[in-house]
């Protein structure tokens, strides 16, 4: 959806799933207009960029989307970990990071929990 404003007090004002942009003139080139684009995902990650046209701020986001599909978002309670290619990859930095707590692996199509105490825990 084209608004005048994508944002309030800097804050991308993008609802889930949904995407945001405007035009604008940066005053250092005055004869081009840039898109400024925003997508929130239906986990509410935000994908944010400029380009030359709305369509290469697509292909951008699609982009980004594949590669969100491929990663793995490790988390220790509420607190991201890490992002990682794959699931062998995660599990070791799991286990080598020295936390203990409820550690949650998420993908696409992928969900995986585990709690490590802090006596599992190798000194």
Known sequence: MKTNSINHNGCSV???????YTTFRPAHRPRQ???????????GELFSTVALSLEECRERRDEWLNKRKKMYKLYVGLKKLGEFDTILD???????????????????QYTDSWYVSESDIKK
């Open 14 to 20: 993008c609802e889930q799933g949904k995407e945001n």
């Open 33 to 43: 207009t840039f898109y400024q684009y925003d997508y929130r995902h239906t986990d």
């Open 90 to 108: 995660a599990k070791q930095y799991a286990n080598q990071c020295g936390i203990s707590g409820t550690f949650n692996l998420l993908g696409d």
